[in-house]
């Protein structure tokens, strides 16, 4: 079993930004490609970034292209997004993701294995 633990979530201003760390932690936590997905109220759950185990590989939504930087700590377990020129319409629940490595990074929420508990993000304009 994996747990994966979010944090750095906030109220921001148009144009700030905000970091979003993910721990993960199990039992044996390896060959995990990790991610972020987003959910706004009435929405469906969204992708907005994802990276390969080795950090070698990364997909992002694209509306966060040049904004959101997805990376990965030495010890591979722990994720970041960091969200730059934030918009309003990046408000909502962010989601750390986890699933086995694959070819491909994971892009939907069909392919995700584990989800932390998520973390709120308000952009006020």
């Known amino acids: 079993q994996v747990q994966l633990v979010e944090s750095g979530g906030g109220l921001v201003q148009t144009g700030g930004s905000l970091r979003l760390s993910c721990a993960a932690s199990?039992?044996?936590?390896?060959?995990?490609?990790m991610g972020w997905f987003r959910q706004a109220p009435g929405k469906e759950r969204e992708f907005v970034a994802s990276i390969s185990w080795y950090g070698t590989s990364t997909r992002y939504k694209d509306s966060v292209k040049g904004r959101f930087t997805i990376s990965r700590g030495n010890a591979k377990n722990t994720v970041y997004l960091q969200m730059n020129s934030l918009k309003p319409e990046d408000t909502a629940f962010y989601y750390c993701?986890?699933?086995?490595?694959?070819?491909?990074?994971?892009?939907?929420?069909?392919?995700?294995?584990?989800w932390g508990q998520g973390t709120q993000v308000t952009v006020s304009s």
């Open positions: 199990g039992r044996t936590f390896s060959n995990y490609d």
């Open positions: 993701a986890a699933t086995r490595s694959s070819i491909v990074v994971p892009t939907s929420t069909q392919e995700i294995d584990f």
